[in-house]
């Protein structure tokens, strides 16, 4: 990729489409260097999966690329965090990845050995340590890792400050659908067309819509909202058979995953299905969800839920996002497939679309994430 | 537990008592659920008050007698929180959860007071005016207290003239809506003589409170308490001493369980046929849901829905006339007591606008939409879910509220699952 052509007619460098959180990002990071940048988004600024996630700010290593590209966000977002307003709830809760038997403490020993080798500060806690770190936990429990620059926040505020200064310059449409993107000129719903330099096409699961060659499919997840009970739970809890469970591709499953909220509020999760493209709750789900969460925390249960939601999530077939140009059209770089990890990853997305977009290196390898890989897996497969 | 009727009504006020009647009156087996411990709904509570020697008369007691003779089986108590599949629901009381499955269903969920956001209205003592009411009837001492009562609607003068008979010095009753507005009412009402009759009754029983059209309370003032109410009268700026404000802007339909188990509205109201059919097949609503129209129209729909559940409908077509009568009487209301589009000027900017999260109304109105507001500013992501300042937002600021998923009331996470919540 070479260095950014702008001029030629064009009103701005970059057009991003999609106001998620990845979105955001990325216009905050550009427009941060200096380059002309509107964001077009067919709904409201952080309404799809940002909305529908839980927020977690989280190390995770299911591939050494997830690890990178995680460690990378968690620096960048540590970067953001004294500028963020209140009310984007950040909290450095860390995370305890729990374990139930021996088979999952030898997890955890080796998570502790990769982590830490990474610079990634964490612990392993045995039984009687976890129980006093999170007092409503069953007991036994054989123990946990606890990671502890991991943290929570509150993601659609999060995105519509990234998005402040696109918003003040008038460069933020919203209500605005794209219904083609042709070389480097956007047709939106309406007719309306736009030459850019470059597009960014951070759409979420409506990149496919919008960009050809590539696989995405949706993957719907529910979440349980409690009242406020502060003090219950003091850490982000999952259980590491969710390692497991989150990462087979096919099957749905749930997991045991709770978030202690600024307000005192608990976030239950966390499902996983493919095939259901409706935003209905699904009652089977929630038993299971609920059932999952009991078996670790025993008083949930008593917990008053107000509300239950469903999103979906932009899952590739290698679990890894794509963040580059577009095989078809190297004027769109992707943005998307993001899957359970966009909140965490919009960071290092956005700033490897920008050093790509200035021609400069990155901080970490580039090539696991680059859409062309995916050509290569199809001509392979 | 899990239990099956011919005929599930939801709701115990009028509508849903007569509608429980009618169907086990026809040999259906009928079970009656509603949130509140007592039958009667929000009415026929405020009503039993105005009994002679604490005996329920007048059409509650005649409906009241009628339930009592059936055999359908009361769920007082509990109150519905999801259908998690069609023709079933569940119900909570406390941590236990029934599973409630029926052949048809009927829905009378009422309606609640639209209470609405002005400077001080979250001030100790500034009340609902249904809210006050059941406080008075609770115990609350109000003999000799001076009572402001201000918003719209018929009820505000049946509240008054109730805390005039426990001994409230009801300095102001205040109605938005003009006196020409009123005028019309009345002229709507000669050719209903029932409501006609009700109307002198209120008139005489309220004689003596100072009635004032167009005018609307624009602040609560005092320091740890309400001491005086700001009004607007007739445009004019009027501050009047008091301890208690008792505000309500008419009705809002309570139409959630009609929305989780997939009815269509018309705006705020369920799309019924004139057999209190909704979109969605064997699932019936009657009373306010429909319309707000008082007890009149709701024991006519309810009976009407009842029947025709029940499979009786020859005898439910028997009813129509009389509610067609009723749906001129609600659309006269909805008429009569429209709000005043200047009352959206009420709230200042640091006026808060929703009270479970503290939410205040600069936070709010920047917003394109109800679900960008709850996102950004988390107005109405309270426990109240949005009940209150949901309608409020829908008058401010016209947005149509999002659909509506389970849980519609908070229920223990438990619960969630249903009787096997048991394992628990």
């Not at chain 1, 690329?65 to 500028?83: H, M, N, P, V």
């Not at chain 2, 006339?321 to 009569?336: P, S």
Request: aromatic share 6%; with cysteine; charged share 20%.
């Amino acid at each position: 990729m070479g260095h950014l052509v702008t001029g030629q007619g064009s009103t701005y460098d970059v057009v991003v489409v999609g106001a998620g959180i990845v979105g955001a990002a990325c216009a905050h990071f550009l427009t941060r260097e200096g380059l002309r940048v509107a964001v077009l988004e067919k709904g409201i600024v952080g309404g799809g999966a940002t909305a529908a996630g839980m927020g977690h700010l989280v190390a995770m290593d299911d591939s050494p690329a997830q690890l990178a590209l995680t460690k990378l966000s968690l620096q960048l977002w540590r970067g953001l965090l004294e500028e963020l307003p209140a009310s984007a709830e950040y909290r450095e809760t860390g995370t305890l990845w729990i374990a139930t038997d021996e088979e999952e403490m030898a997890e955890v020993r080796r998570k502790y050995g990769l982590y830490s080798s990474m610079g990634l500060a964490c612990e392993v806690l045995d039984g009687e340590a976890l129980a006093k770190a999170e007092s409503e936990l069953r007991r036994p429990l054989a123990g946990a890792l606890r990671v502890l620059g991991d943290g929570v926040v509150y993601p659609p505020v999060v995105a519509q400050f990234l998005l402040r200064e696109v918003a003040e310059r008038g460069a933020l449409f919203t209500g605005r659908s794209v219904s083609s993107i042709e070389g480097n000129v956007i047709t939106l719903g309406d007719g309306t067309r736009i030459s850019t330099g470059y597009v960014v096409n951070a759409a979420g699961c409506s990149a496919v819509d919008l960009t050809s060659g590539f696989v995405m499919r949706k993957r719907k997840g529910h979440l349980i909202i409690t009242d406020r009970y502060p003090g219950f739970l003091r850490h982000q809890v999952v259980e590491l058979g969710y390692l497991k469970s989150a990462h087979s591709v096919t099957a749905d499953s749930v997991a045991f995953n709770l978030q202690p909220r600024a307000t005192g509020q608990i976030l239950i999760g966390s499902s996983r299905q493919y095939e259901d493209e409706g935003a209905a709750v699904d009652d089977d789900i929630v038993r299971k969800m609920v059932e999952r969460a009991c078996a670790y925390m025993p008083g949930v249960a008593r917990l008053s839920a107000l509300r239950i939601w469903t999103g979906f999530r932009a899952a590739t077939p290698d679990k890894l996002p794509l963040i580059g140009p577009s095989p078809g059209n190297p004027k769109v770089l992707l943005a998307t497939g993001h899957e359970g990890l966009g909140i965490t990853t919009s960071m290092a997305t956005a700033q490897l679309i920008t050093d790509m977009l200035l021609g400069r290196s990155s901080p970490i390898a580039r090539e696991p994430y680059l859409p062309s890989r995916m050509n290569y897996e199809a001509a392979h497969a | 537990m899990t239990r099956s009727f011919d005929v599930l009504v939801v709701g115990a006020g009028p509508a849903g008592i007569a509608a429980a009647v009618c169907a086990a009156d026809e040999g259906r087996e009928v079970a009656i659920v509603d949130e509140n411990p007592h039958p009667g709904g929000q009415i026929w509570r405020i009503g039993r008050e105005n009994t002679e020697h604490g005996k329920v008369v007048g059409d509650a007691e005649v409906w009241m007698r009628r339930l009592d003779r059936t055999s359908v089986q009361s769920f007082l108590g509990w109150h519905i929180f999801d259908a998690p599949a069609p023709k079933v629901l569940r119900a909570a009381w406390g941590p236990e959860v029934a599973e409630l499955h029926f052949k048809s269903l009927i829905i009378a969920t009422g309606a609640r007071e639209r209470l609405l956001p002005f400077p001080g209205w979250t001030l100790p003592n500034v009340l609902g005016a249904g809210g006050l009411q059941a406080l008075v009837k609770a115990g609350l001492p109000i003999r000799g207290k001076r009572v402001v009562v201000a918003g719209t609607g018929p009820l505000l003068i049946a509240v008054a003239v109730y805390l005039r008979q426990k001994g409230a010095d009801v300095v102001a009753l205040c109605e938005q809506a003009s006196t020409s507005n009123l005028l019309k009412f009345g002229i709507g009402l000669l050719g209903q003589p029932t409501k006609l009759a009700d109307a002198v009754r209120f008139g005489w029983q309220s004689r003596g409170i100072p009635l004032r059209t167009s005018c609307w309370p624009t602040a609560a003032l005092g320091r740890d308490k309400l001491e005086r109410v700001a009004l607007n009268d007739n445009g004019r700026a009027v501050e009047i001493e008091a301890d208690y404000l008792a505000c309500g802007f008419h009705l809002v339909p309570n139409c959630q369980l009609v929305s989780l188990v997939g009815c269509v509205l018309d705006g705020s109201y369920v799309r019924v046929d004139e057999f209190q059919q909704t979109t969605v097949a064997d699932v019936f609503s009657a009373g306010e849901t429909t319309g707000v129209g008082g007890v009149e129209a709701a024991l006519v729909e309810g009976q009407i829905a009842g029947l025709t559940a029940a499979g009786a409908r020859q005898k439910a077509a028997s009813l129509l006339k009389e509610r067609n009568a009723t749906r001129r009487f609600t659309r006269l209301l909805d008429r009569t007591y429209a709000l005043n589009p200047d009352l959206r000027r009420l709230p200042a900017s640091d006026t808060i606008v929703c009270r479970c999260e503290d939410v205040s109304m600069k936070a709010v109105q920047g917003n394109a939409s109800w679900r960008e507001a709850k996102l950004q500013s988390r107005v109405g992501m309270g426990a109240c879910q949005g009940r209150i300042c949901g309608a409020a937002c829908e008058f401010l600021f016209g947005w149509g509220m999002e659909s509506v998923r389970p849980p519609i009331q908070p229920v223990p996470v438990g619960s969630l699952i249903g009787t096997r919540a048991e394992n628990f």
